[in-house]
């Protein structure tokens, strides 16, 4: 008899857990909400966010045999080009020459991923939204469109379905469970910049863009059909620009106007869809433990973060892949073994991320348009040139290699540690390129802290 | 016509705000899910806990009226009689010659304030379950004792149903809700000394007695009855003496008499008291915001805290003071302003006290028994003794004030880092008593982080 394993979410991370298990000869059902949005013209929630793809990701997909499958659907994006209030825009690139993080619509890949789950034999249940879990016996219980309810026993269960998890929920009300959700005081809105008259790129398309002010930012990725998606990041009260404030067409146009004014220019439709995609809020979850009675959180369900490394799907991908080699490491035949091994090696490495998506927002919104960061970031990637191994940028930890989280955190922390003394000195904008290199990573390397 | 306000729990928190809201002249009822427990033998929950009443609950109650028909059931304990493990014990008073902390039972305190908002006129309904909230239309939801069901839809809702409350699980599936629960790693489990054969106390009762023991300590509070419940504070795993460890009479027994051995001679019931009372989990929650459309979170409900420095109930009892204040000022033509400036006014502190409750664990279980601590306590009080007002000891600023928890911990964290630095000399223990006390608050007074 096969081992039955029930996963509840059909998004990226169960899609592609599906697989996994699927490959390791068990038998999967996925039970998603959502109704079978393929060869439909709708997408899956009216979004048309993108998704940045980096080395996590890819080791994951590659294991499952996917990469080159993935890699026709994706466009390179090997910097942020900046764009600042004057129109003017400069190129910071990501890596080296050939890094890059890779642009690919969420739906084309959900969809992607979910074909490639029922080639394999996973059974997909579309429209059966989780009304109840009851933990201690394992049992789900489902609406269905018509409104019916469906009762479901499973053997082993898993929670794929992301930031508001029913099987979380659930866990929530078990004795001892520990629970911390954040929303940040910002919100986020997708945009549209369209192919340009002549069907080009209205921008350059090998990089992320970012209109970086302060309190706010715009940002733009590329699509296949050489448009763009935008997500336009503001507070949503307490400031002049904020989503509060934000009443009419002439807000937003005077808003554009005077902050990004570039975009403005290749927004046709700006005010109509400002006026009906939705404003979203933003959310960081963290919990413990994950895992329960032969039942798992993964992905977002375990640790949502905020979009600002662009590590939610990396990570959540590299959840699967270490469930997998602990799976290949010690059977199926106790799964509880198995979920515990998982949260135990897991769970500092995805507090480290959630932990620097968060502060990331800062660097990305704020800090990349000022002079003295820059020079910081002159001086981290000579360090970088001369002791390649020895000092390794944060960036490229988390996004260019598979480091664990925890670890590249604290490093991170470290050359933070002596970057801030280095920068105390009043000469560095003028002598940055004379400094004692050696000296610096000296100073890391002997630190007792990692 | 009389306005009409619901509230969820009538606990120690919930009746004592129904007296404050019917001394107002408003119309109130109260839907708790226990039965009425006043005149019958059982107590509400199986447990006989007792509570430990400071000036900031005593100011509560004194504003409505009850500070006389509280104190007869109450003993004062004016310190703390440290039990090591030999037998010895030793005191530390808590404040000055006439301050103390008071013991009460958490049953009689209840129905004592229960008969109090009946009297005045609140309406109390028992066996009123609740099973869901709709936030958005203030309608609840009971199940009843018969399993039948009642639904109630509410002009102005207030939940003080507690650390598990059900109006904030309602809350939290509202957009951007922040909510923080957190279990610690120790359980506990009451215990009880009877009065003597001669019928007199077992201990000393003008004291918090404590076993402190590193990662475990056992409490004894007085009773009137001339007993002493005790709480034995134990990690549930992890440890050697832990609750997974505990299998058998033979275990207990072990325990007591190589750690506890004073008390285990006080206590011949310990073995059946052991076996029939539960063990619990110890829960901090933080949330907000506290308010939504008319219904608000107070007491526990908004932010339960461990019960390490006493203050649970004394700062929800604070709660209700300052909550009656704000109507007092504003009216109750807004509840949502008022409800509003609550929230405003009051989140800072609840966090600041939560905080010191995790803390003072530690202090409680390790610190207290350690020769360092004592010389550094000593210290303090002489800065106290000579610097009346410049320096107070955090406790008493905590619990013989009604100074802002916020204020007070931000005072404490300023002593504590110049206590750091006085605690670094080597000669500390020879020489304590002649340092130069003025330089040493002068540091405090000087410093800017106040």
Same mark, same amino acid.
């Given at each position: 008899m096969k081992e039955k394993i029930d996963l509840l979410g059909a998004g990226l991370i169960g899609s592609l857990l599906?697989?996994?298990?699927k490959k390791r000869g068990l038998d999967v059902t996925i039970y998603e909400k959502r109704q079978d949005w393929r060869n439909s013209n709708k997408s899956s929630e009216g979004r048309s966010i993108n998704m940045?793809?980096?080395?996590?990701?890819?080791?994951a997909l590659e294991k499952a045999g996917l990469k080159e499958k993935v890699l026709p659907y994706t466009l390179p994006m090997s910097g942020r080009r900046i764009h600042d209030?004057?129109?003017?825009?400069?190129?910071?690139?990501?890596?080296?020459?050939?890094?890059?993080i890779y642009s690919i619509s969420r739906n084309v890949f959900n969809e992607l991923l979910m074909d490639e789950a029922e080639a394999l034999g996973a059974k997909i249940y579309f429209n059966h939204k989780v009304e109840n879990v009851n933990v201690a016996k394992r049992e789900v219980e489902f609406c269905l469109k018509d409104g019916s309810e469906k009762r479901m026993t499973s053997d082993v269960l898993i929670g794929s379905d992301g930031s508001y998890s029913a099987l979380?929920?659930?866990f929530q009300s078990q004795v001892r469970f520990n629970f911390y959700q954040k929303?940040?005081?910002h919100g986020y809105k997708e945009l549209?910049?369209?192919?340009?008259?002549?069907?080009?790129?209205?921008?350059?398309?090998? @990089? &992320?863009? *970012?209109?970086?002010?302060?309190?706010? +930012?715009?940002?733009?990725?590329?699509?296949l059909d050489k448009s763009f998606t935008c997500t336009l990041f503001l507070p949503f009260e307490g400031y002049k620009v904020s989503f509060e404030n934000i009443y009419d067409d002439r807000d937003v146009s005077q808003i554009f106007k005077t902050y990004f004014n570039d975009a403005f220019d290749l927004m046709p439709n700006l005010l109509a869809d400002f006026k009906n995609n939705p404003t979203s809020a933003l959310i960081n979850t963290e919990c413990y433990p994950w895992t329960e009675n032969n @039942? &798992?959180? *993964?992905?977002?369900?375990?640790?949502? +973060?905020?979009?600002?490394?662009?590590?939610?799907?990396?990570?959540?991908?590299?959840?699967?892949?270490?469930?997998?080699?602990?799976?290949?490491?010690?059977?199926?035949?106790s799964w509880d073994l198995v979920f515990e091994k998982f949260q135990k090696k897991r769970k500092r490495d995805t507090d480290a991320i959630c932990q620097l998506a968060m502060d990331n927002f800062k660097e990305m919104s704020d800090n990349i348009a000022d002079p003295k960061f820059l020079i910081r970031k002159k001086i981290e990637a000579k360090l970088h040139e001369l002791y390649p191994k020895e000092w390794q940028p944060l960036y490229s930890m988390i996004t260019f290699s598979n480091m664990r989280y925890s670890e590249a955190y604290a490093i991170g922390k470290l050359q933070e540690k002596v970057m801030d003394e280095v920068m105390k000195d009043p000469d560095v904008p003028k002598n940055w390129n004379d400094l004692d290199y050696a000296a610096i990573v000296e100073k890391v390397e002997t630190s007792g802290e990692v």
């Open positions: 599906a697989i996994y298990l940045a793809l980096s080395d996590r990701g890819w080791n209030e004057h129109g003017n825009t400069y190129f910071q690139p990501y890596g080296k020459e050939n890094q890059a979380r929920n659930a929303f940040i005081s549209h910049i369209p192919p340009t008259a002549s069907g080009d790129f209205a921008l350059d398309p090998n @990089a &992320l863009h *970012i209109w970086p002010r302060g309190k706010f +930012m715009l940002i733009a990725l590329p699509n @039942a &798992l959180l *993964i992905g977002d369900a375990a640790h949502a +973060m905020v979009p600002f490394y662009g590590q939610g799907m990396n990570c959540g991908f590299e959840d699967c892949f270490i469930l997998d080699k602990l799976i290949e490491k010690y059977g199926t035949s």
